[in-house]
């Protein structure tokens, strides 16, 4: 018996080591597969749209199966997952979240992505011109623009078929446009961020403005100003900008000591000037003329910095795109009587730079200059573009551009010049005759020509912005021959009007 036992005892040993044995031989099972992490988004990762239909895009590796909802309490029902879906948002504009539920087995994970629902175009409010305003050939476009979703909008303001502006806006922008007399549109487009685009247009006149008042007779130039940079303390480069201002100038020149000019030139507002050579505290003098003198000296100061000690002066981040660029077309002149003009430059950071007359068909680039001869558009006269846009090793700047009027006809020739009121005791002679007109640029002034004799060249004896001037002949028992000159803004001569005789008998 006691030996059954044993045997009964050893043969359960021998079976339950036989059962390990198989158990070893068979492996451990295999572990549980987990998710890895879920990334839903929505349109690819826009933050808009304008339709509440989407695209749904997941990367849910390991999972089984998937839900949506739009709420996180209203579910689809579970079903494999797809890397791009349809989708419908809740109605209605605003923030809108979509949930997604994975599960793989047991385990299961959520993810969450984001995006603003906005159906709405946006609201745009055309504050100058209005329509059925009159306004001058040079007038300020205003507009603002607002949206409940939106707060960046990029807009386009254009002038009848002609654009004069676009780029990014918040709430609004303005800028000035010149046009010729007549009936014109202005139209502005914006689009918010969604994609949703608003236009407000305005149909109204443009009138020639009046003459411009000339300054005091027989005054030499006066009210002059200059700047050195725009009033910069300090600069790195010994090339600088003259901001200049004067009443009454004809011709101007300059100087870095005050005692060697330069030669006289034609006024402007806006020249390119070397300073002297080295660093320190440098001086430009300025001074103009006229037919009645000189006016007084003013000057300006900078400090010439070493690049090295250069740590107040602006310079381009690194990185960063060419900015503050500006461009005026004949130093900011709002007239011009030749397509050929003078583009007045500046940018900061900027290798090179292009040029266009319409924004689309750019010239080459090339090196950056402060000053570049350039030639209008070619057609029939008014508004014209000059575009203007520089890039360095980093990336291209946003494009800067500026109007000017283009006029090539002189105001109208006058054919009623006629004496009014003589006064032998004040020795006076009034002359009067109807306007000129002049449909672009409009008529600055006439100047008044007188002569004993019709054969020989006649004298200027005074500029008038009105029709009617009184002179003081030498004899007012004459005889005295007199004709009148209309001249427009924008330097045209119309032709010399009907000459008179003052004779008292």
């Known amino acids: ?62 999972a089984n199966e998937c839900r949506y909802s739009n709420d996180g309490v209203a579910w689809t029902d579970y079903a494999p997952p797809q890397e791009f879906s349809s989708w419908a948002l809740s109605a209605d504009d605003g923030r809108k979240a979509v949930q997604v539920q994975c599960k ?33 050939t040079s007038f300020t476009l205003s507009f603002s623009v607002s949206d409940r979703q939106s707060s960046n909008f990029y807009c386009q303001g254009n002038l009848d078929n002609l654009q004069k502006y676009s780029g990014d806006v918040r709430d609004g922008y303005q800028f000035t446009v010149l046009a010729s007399s007549g009936a014109h549109t202005v139209r502005v487009a914006c689009t918010d961020e969604a994609g949703n685009q608003a236009v407000a247009t305005a149909s109204f006149q443009v009138q020639s403005p009046q003459p411009s008042p000339s300054p005091q007779a027989t005054v030499q130039p006066y009210a002059l100003r200059i700047s050195i940079n725009g009033g910069d303390d300090a600069t790195i480069s010994g090339f600088v900008v003259l901001n200049l201002q004067a009443i009454g100038a004809e011709t101007c020149r300059y100087s870095n ?57 602006p310079m381009p981040s690194p990185g960063a795109p060419p900015y503050g660029l500006v461009v005026q077309i004949n130093s900011n002149a709002a007239y011009t009587n030749s ?73 109208s020739k006058i054919n009623d010049l006629h004496l009014g009121d003589i006064s032998v005791q004040k020795g006076t002679v009034d002359l009067d005759w109807s306007d000129s007109t002049d449909e672009l640029s409009g008529v600055k002034d006439y100047k008044v020509y007188r002569n004993d004799n019709t054969v020989s060249r006649f004298d200027l004896v005074g500029t008038t ?36 005789l003052l004779q008292v008998q």
């Open 257 to 313: 000591d005050g005692v060697v000019y330069s030669a006289w030139e034609n006024y402007v507002t806006l020249k390119s000037w070397n300073l002297s050579p080295g660093v320190g505290v440098r001086t430009v003098y300025y001074r103009c003329v006229n037919g009645y003198g000189q006016s007084t000296v003013v000057s300006d100061s900078i400090e010439v910095i070493a690049p090295g000690q250069a740590t107040t002066i």
């Open 104 to 136: 793989s087995g047991s385990e299961t994970k959520r993810a969450q992505a984001t995006i603003t629902l906005d159906s709405t175009k946006p609201e745009i409010v055309l504050i100058s011109p209005q329509n059925g305003s009159v306004v001058s």
């Open 465 to 500: 912005a009105i029709s009617f001037f009184t002179d003081h002949p030498p004899d007012v028992m004459g005889p005295w021959y007199y004709y009148v000159v209309p001249y427009d803004n924008a330097g045209n001569v119309g032709e010399h009007s009907n000459i008179v």
């Open 339 to 411: 397509k050929n003009v003078i583009l007045f430059l500046a940018a900061t950071g900027a290798d090179e730079c292009r040029y266009s007359n319409d924004g689309i068909a750019y010239s080459s680039w090339e090196a950056f200059a402060a000053e570049k001869d350039w030639t209008l558009a070619e057609g029939d006269d008014g508004a014209k573009v000059a575009y203007y846009q520089c890039k360095n090793g980093y990336a291209s700047s946003t494009i800067a551009q500026d109007d000017i009027l283009l006029d090539t006809t002189p105001p």
């Open 1 to 62: 018996m006691v030996v059954d036992k044993t045997l009964v005892f050893f043969g359960v040993v021998a079976v339950v080591v036989i059962a390990v044995a198989a158990l070893l031989t068979q492996g451990a099972p295999a572990a549980a597969a987990t998710m890895g992490e879920i990334e839903l988004k929505i349109n690819g990762g826009s933050l808009f749209t304008s339709t509440p239909t989407v695209m749904l895009s997941l990367s849910a590796p390991g």
